[in-house]
C-alpha cells in the first residue's frame, strides 16, 4: 500500500470484546497488509480482570485503549495526557492516520475533508449517543426482578421508540450524502469517518435498532465494510465481537 511511514511506534490495542476497539483493529488491519505492526491483548467484557488491566493503563478503563512501544527504544512521548498513552477513538484514529500513514485516509478534496470531520464527529457525538441511550433504557429492565422488570419495561417502552424516532433522523442524515461516486463517509475514499461508524452501526444492525432496507445507500456501505478482508480478519484478531448480546 503507499503512503505508509516508517514505524516509529508499535501499538497495542487493548481490545474488550464486542466494543468500540474494532473501530481500532480495522484500519490496523488495513494497514497491516502494507507492513504496519501492532499487537493485542483481548479482555473478556465480564472478566475479572478485564477493568483492572484497563485501568492500569488509563483511569477510565475504556476499550479501545492503546499503549505505545518506541521501535528504536526512544523515550517515553505524551502524546495526549499520559505517556505513551492513547485514548478516545477518534483520537487512537487520528494518531494512526499522521503517525503510520502518508495520508492515505486524508480525502483529497475539500469538500471530502468537510465531510470527513463531520462523520467522524456525528458517528460519537450524535449516532453513538442516541443508540447507547436506546441500549441503556433496555439494559435497565434485564437488572430487575419480577415484578419491577415488567413494570419497568412498561415505562422505558415509550421512551425506548422515542428515541428509535430520533435515530431515524440521523440515519437518514448519513443516507443522503452517500453516492456511487462517494460511497464513503470520508467521501470518493474510505478514511477516518468510516472507522469511527463502525461500531454503531453494528450495533444498530445486530441489536435491531435499524431497517437497513429502508437506507439502499445505507445499507451498501454496511455490507461492503462487512466484506472487506481487513474487516473481517479485525473481528478475528478481536476474537468475540457480538453486539448483540455483548458477549
Ligand atoms: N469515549 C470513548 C468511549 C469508549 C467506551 O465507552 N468503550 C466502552 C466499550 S464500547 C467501554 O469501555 N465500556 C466499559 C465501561 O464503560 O465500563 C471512546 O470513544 O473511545
Not at 41 to 50: Q, Y
Request: proline share 6%; net charge negative.
Amino acid at each position: 500500500m503507499a503512503g505508509i511511514k516508517q514505524q516509529k511506534t508499535i501499538p497495542t490495542v487493548y481490545n474488550m470484546s464486542s466494543s468500540k476497539a474494532i473501530s481500532a483493529l480495522w484500519p490496523l488491519e488495513e494497514l497491516a497488509d502494507a507492513g504496519i505492526k501492532y499487537k493485542v491483548v483481548n479482555l473478556p467484557r465480564r472478566g475479572a480482570d478485564t477493568y483492572k488491566v484497563l485501568k492500569s493503563h488509563f483511569p477510565l478503563g475504556k476499550s479501545p485503549t492503546v499503549t505505545l512501544e518506541h521501535v528504536g527504544g526512544e523515550a517515553e512521548v505524551t502524546y495526549q495526557i499520559m505517556p505513551n498513552v492513547l485514548t478516545e477513538t477518534r483520537l487512537i484514529l487520528q494518531f494512526f492516520s499522521d503517525h503510520y500513514t502518508d495520508g492515505v485516509w486524508v480525502p483529497e478534496s475539500e469538500e471530502d475533508k468537510r465531510r470527513d470531520t463531520f462523520f467522524q464527529e456525528f458517528a460519537h457525538g450524535s449516532l453513538i449517543t442516541k443508540i447507547d441511550h436506546i441500549l441503556t433504557f433496555e439494559v435497565i429492565p434485564t437488572m430487575l426482578f419480577f415484578p419491577m422488570r415488567y413494570l419497568t419495561l412498561l415505562m422505558v417502552l415509550p421512551i425506548r421508540m422515542h428515541f428509535m424516532k430520533d435515530l431515524t433522523v440521523i440515519y437518514q442524515i448519513m443516507e443522503d450524502p452517500l453516492s456511487e461516486e462517494k460511497p464513503w463517509f470520508s467521501g470518493k475514499n474510505i478514511g477516518l469517518a468510516d472507522f469511527n461508524t463502525i461500531f454503531a452501526m453494528d450495533m444498530a444492525v445486530q441489536r435491531g435498532y435499524i431497517q437497513l432496507e429502508k437506507y439502499p445507500m445505507l445499507a451498501k456501505w454496511y455490507n461492503t465494510v462487512q466484506d472487506r478482508p481487513a474487516y473481517k480478519r479485525a473481528k478475528e484478531v478481536g476474537e468475540v465481537y457480538d453486539c448483540a448480546t455483548f458477549a
